[in-house]
Each structure stands twice: as C-alpha cells, then as structure tokens.
C-alpha cells in the first residue's frame, strides 16, 4: 500500500479525465440500479401477499362481478375466519392528469382485513360512522392538497355522475408495497346510488390455518360450480403475482437496456484507461528499470481502474439510493414501494468490479510485460 | 482556408482503438435510442391505426373505456336509425352495435399466474365491413347463431388453442375458432371476435357496450356528434373512432417516451464524456502537428472546425454503427398491458427512417458537444510552446 500515493498521483495527473470517467460509471450504475428497481418493485409486488389471505374473483374474469348474496356464504363456510369485499371504481379526478385508484369497500370488515393499512382509531371510527365519507392515502394528501374534512368530487367512468366524499382520514401503509395513494370509501355507499344491484368486485377472505388455503379454495369453487356466477379462488400472492405479469416482459426490457448501458460505460472507462497508460509507457519503463517488479506496475495500473470504478459505483449507487428514498418516488401510483434493494446494490457493486478488471486488465498486463528497453527508445 | 476532413480522417486511422471504443459507446446509446423509441412509436401505430378517422364511436356518457361503458338495446337501436350512418354495399347501415369484455387467458408456455386480459368484442355481422382494414386470413367468419370466434392474428402466437379449427374455452363455454384476421397492424389483432347476440347471455347480459358506425359524409362529424349528443331518449358521448383510440395510446404512450428520452441523455452524458477524454487525448498527443497547421497559416477557426468535424466523424461511425444494431428489432413483437382500456396489446417495434435519422442526429450531438472544448483547446494552442 506504500504505492497508493503514486497511484494517486497518477490519477490526479489527468484530472478532467480521471473526473469524467468516475462521472461516467457513476452515471452508468445509477441508471443500472434505476433499471433494475424497476424489476424488482414488480418482483416484490407479484410475491406480496399474507398466506392467510386468498382471493376470489368471478371465474369468468376480473371484470365481472359476484352477487354480494356470496358474503355470507362465506362467512359460513368452515376455516374461514373473515370475509371482506371491495369494488373498482375507476373514477376521474379534476383534469385526470394525475390517476390515482378508488375502492367501494366494506369499511370495517376492509379495515380488520387488511392492518397494513394503518389510520388513527378517531378517524377509522369517523370513517365507519359517515357512509359517505373515504379515507386516502398520505400521498394523495400531498399531491392535491386535500385537508381532513375537506369534501372531494369524483367523476365516475363505470358508474356515472358526480360523487363527493368527505376526507375523514389519512392511512398510511406499514408495508411499502402497499400503494399509499388509494382512495376508499363505502360499497354500502355505492350500492345505495347505483340502485342495490346487490355486486362486489372481488371478495378477499381470511383462513384461519394458511395450510389449508389450497383446500378452502377449493372448496369455495366448488360452493359456486353451477350457480349463475362461478367463482375463481387462489391465494393473494397468486392473483397480485398474475397482475404482476400484465407488465408484460419488463425485465427483459429493463435487462437488455441495463446491459447495454453498463457496456457502453465499459468501452468509455477502458478507453480512458488505455490513453493513459499509453501516455506512460515510458514512465512504466523507467519505474521498471529502478527495479519495480512486473508484478507491482500490474497491480498499480489495477488499483487506479479499480479506484476510478469503486468511486464511480459508490457515487452511483448510492445516489439512486438516497434519490428515490428522498423523493419518495413511485412512478405516479404504478411502482409503489419504489426502493433501491439491498441485493442491486451488490450486484452493482458486482458490475463495478467487472468494469474494473475489463478496463483494467489489457494495460495492466502490457505495463507487466513492457520490453524495458524497447519501450525506452520509443520515448520522445 | 479549410483543413481538408482527409486529415482527419487519417488521424483518426492512427489511433484505432481509441477511435472504435468511443464510436461503439455511441453506438450504443444510439441503438437504446432507436430501440426504446420504437417500442414508444409500435405501441402509439397500433392504436391510432384502430381508429379511422370515418368511424363513430359513440359510448355512454362519462364512459372513458369501452370496457366502462353501457349502452342498452334501445339506445342501440335509436343510433341505428341515425341519418349520418353510411350505407353498405349490401343496402344496410354499417353499423355494429358491439359488447366488449375483457377474459384472463393464459400465455402460452408460461406459469400458470402469467394471464393476459384478452378482449373480446362481439360484433354484428356489418362490423366486418365498417372497420375497412380487417382482412379474414385463415377460414370464414362466424356464423350467427353458433359458438364461433374470430381470432386476431397476433393472439395466435402468444396464447394456446387459438389456431383455426381449434377450441378456446372461456365464459364456461367452448368456442370454435373459426377463422383469424389481420388488422394492419392494429389492436384488433390482440382481439377476439364473435357475434353480439353470443356473448351477451354468457358475459353481462342484455347490453352492449359500444357502438361503432361509418359516417355518410367523413365531414360530418361534428355534427352527427351534435345531434346524438342533444337527442334526449340518449345519455352518449359520440367519439371519432380515431381520436378514441390516440388518446387510449396516450398514457402509455407518453411514459414510454419519457422513459426513453430520460435514459438516454443520462447514457449520452456518458458517452459525451467519452468523446471529451479522447478527443482531449487526441489534441494532446497531436499538439505539434496543431502548432504547424497554425503556423502554415491557418486560422484557428479552422483548426477549431477540423476538430469539431473529427469529433463528428467518431460519432456518426457511432451513428450508424447504431442504426445497424437497432434497424434488426423492427418488427419484433412485444405485448404489454395498455392500462387506459385494462388489455393487452400486441404490436410490433417500428423502427422509422425518420427514427434513424434523429439517431444518427443525435450522436452527431454527442461528438459535437463532445468535442467543442477539446477543439477549442487546439484552436488557442500557444503554437511556440507547442513546438518547442
């Protein structure tokens, strides 16, 4: 380590370069760490789900719905300790530039189903009590500016009209999976001004033994075989893992594109390491001559690609990190939980020490193998 | 006087290596350039090639999807004696009042959690008629009255037991697939097609969801849309068919070409800072050579320019050597989730020449900016030191 001065000094010989390429991996490895947050928000979305949960959809598709005479069918049924069911809403907000999802749900049941999602007891009290008021999330508090009491106006697309609500509370989610720009209200609420047709979404019931979760799905099914409406039951991790791949193939796109940007930034930091050993090679000489050994100028042209990539990686990865933690960014609503993961990190750390050794490499065995002599007469 | 670019040229013969790493760096955010934005422009074609600007698309009011949309039979029926439809070879109107649902069908060959929302359109037999580009390639078209589907051409590739002469089950039901379409290109082709009066008892009853007809006079848009629009037996919005479906591309549209443009300035700021180290390099190391074209009396303006244009040159190799890898992905198909209609959407990459020449543009932008402090440097070189 009694070189790691030298090595400083030959770093600093070209500051501007030396500066530039750092900027140049830094700025490859955050993209890189970007590209594949995006992947694993998706994974960690698609594999979310309480195994003591299981969800049941109309067989015949999301979109359709189940008669709400289903609740207390399955209530009824054995090894179910919870039933709760919801509705999609789909409404529009002001000029609609910012989407966000509203949910008709049945308040306290909802609520007991899901603790992650998280209110003060006064306002969840508040929002049980006043059929028409809605509870939202901490962020779409701050993106419009809404205030507690504060009367908000939705334009249904499924179901027409104009519905306000009144903000009696603000969640926020204890699982970072868990959008934080919902809008719930009442589906007794719903009900009443569409006419009771008597539907709901989706159920989402609670086993008491997750063990069993296979066979109470079953079970389910079969209750609702050869009724009007047949039902598809499985667990929430599958169906969050089934809207997970209407994405499509991400993680292709995002690898391919991650690849091509960590190779460009390659031949970018092997290029500025290949100038400037190129521009020393009389120097490599001389510092063989006085008794330097191959082994020492290998390790030294080793350690400066290595220093350019570390510092290049840890600006890099670090600055996605703290920028999407500090921004508190979710992609408008669509990548809840938006956080750069222990595991990209290292294997961003894993691409910074690939950079090194292909950049590093082809100089530091031409310095290795410099023909002492030869090299001297070249020198101008 | 100008430096001639053979010099350059030449220059940057004798540095190979150097030359090609910078190039190839370029060549690379060209090539994510190109890719990314046809993926934006594939899936923007697709939709707006649904849409013809002779169509009608009438929903129900406030409906922003034709999946949250309703329209009952008598609604149907008072469109249907509008005026400003147009008439079929066959003396009728060319007017398909349609039910739209949309079905999880498995993907082909993948896990059992990996579904695709499919659409399913019933249509009435004039339907094949008013949308002017669907073209039967395979078998005939559904009979009325029976359990047949019509399958779009680009449904076949992606998802198991689509192919003519097969059957589909969905709704508990077993479908014939009877024939498949193509769409030029559109989303249509990501559809299945059966007849109204099928669909309806199986999916949401005794309502369609759309209407889509041809316009008599393709002028007289907005005033059919005045006169169903005010008619008080109806609660519709009247959309042009081609305005719908640009702005159903919008959303997803718009991120994509946000997320494109966003990647690749952070990728050309590298590549920027590519070009700056080798070009100062090459300034450097050829600091005597500059110092005796200054002598021979050229002006540092062209010293200036002659560098500025091998800066250039490096990354128009860049350019085109990008055009060339991305030129193959055209075509391609890839299918996502088109969150406006809650469907996926097949369609192809479309790579443009209009595409390869902002690409090739572009990394000339990169060598350009690049270049210019370098090539200023060699501009004001102290030309005694330099020589000395």
Known sequence: MKFFPLVLANLGRHKRRTILTIASVALALFLFASLRTVVTTIDRAAQFGSARRLVTINATGLVFPLPLSYGNRLQAMKGISGVTWANWFGGRYGDNKRFFAQFAVDPTSYLAMYPEISLPEDQKQAFIRERSSAIVGRRLLDVFGWKLGQNVTIQGTIFPGDWTFTIRGVYTPTDAVINDDMMLFHHAYLEERIGRPGIAGWYVLEIEDANNAAGIAKAVDDQFRNSTAPTKTGTEQAFNASFATMWGNVSLLMGTIGMAVVFAILLVTANAMMMSARERTGEVAVLKTIGFKDRTLFGLVMLEAGIITVTGAVIGLGGAKLLYKASNFNAAGFLPGFDVTGNTLLLGAAVALLLMLASGLVPAFRAARLPVVQALRTVE | ?388
């Open chain 2, 1 to 388: 006087m100008k430096i001639p670019l053979s010099y350059n040229a030449r220059s940057l013969l004798q540095r190979p290596v150097s030359t090609l790493l910078t190039a190839l760096g370029i060549a690379l955010v060209v090539a994510v350039f190109i890719g990314m934005l046809a993926l934006a422009n594939g899936f923007r074609t697709a939709l707006t090639r649904t849409g013809s600007n002779q169509n009608v698309l009438v929903l129900r009011k406030g409906a922003d999807s034709e999946l949250s949309s309703g329209l009952d039979r008598q609604a149907a029926s008072i469109l249907s004696s509008s005026p400003h439809i147009a008439t079929g070879s066959d003396g009728r109107g060319l007017f398909s009042p349609e039910v739209y649902v949309i079905i999880p069908l498995p993907r082909k060959g993948a896990d059992t959690n990996a579904v695709a929302n499919v659409v399913v359109r019933g249509i009435s037999p004039a339907a094949w008629a008013v949308r002017s580009r669907i073209q039967i390639e395979a078998g005939r078209r559904p009979e009325s009255g029976r359990a047949e589907v019509c399958v779009g051409k680009k449904m076949a590739e992606r998802f198991d037991n689509t192919g003519v002469g097969e059957t589909l089950r969905f709704a508990g039901r077993n479908w014939n697939v009877v024939c498949r379409f193509s769409a030029g290109g559109s989303a249509f082709e990501s559809e299945i097609w059966g007849e109204n009066e099928q669909f309806m008892p199986v999916f949401r009853g005794q309502a369609f969801q759309s209407v889509t007809f041809r316009l008599k006079d393709p002028a007289g848009f907005e005033e059919a849309k005045r006169t169903l629009e005010a008619d008080r037996r109806l609660t519709v919005d009247v959309h042009r068919e081609s305005d719908f479906y640009a702005e159903q591309s919008e959303l997803l549209g718009r991120i994509l070409q946000i997320l494109a443009l966003m990647i690749t300035s952070i990728m050309a700021i590298g590549a920027i800072f590519g070009a700056i180290n080798t070009m100062y390099a090459a300034v450097a190391s050829r600091s005597p050579e500059i110092a005796v074209l200054l002598t021979l009396g050229f002006q540092p303006r062209s010293v200036l320019a002659s560098f500025l244009a091998e800066s250039a040159l490096i990354a128009l190799v860049g350019g085109l050597l990008g055009a060339l890898v991305a030129i193959p992905i055209n075509g391609m198909v890839t299918s996502t989730t088109n969150w406006a209609s809650f469907s996926e959407i097949a369609f192809s990459f479309r790579v443009t020449p209009t595409l390869i020449l902002a690409g090739i543009c572009f990394a000339l932008v990169m060598g350009v900016v690049g270049g210019f402090f370098p090539a200023r440097r060699a501009a004001r070189m102290p030309v005694v030191q330099a020589l000395r």
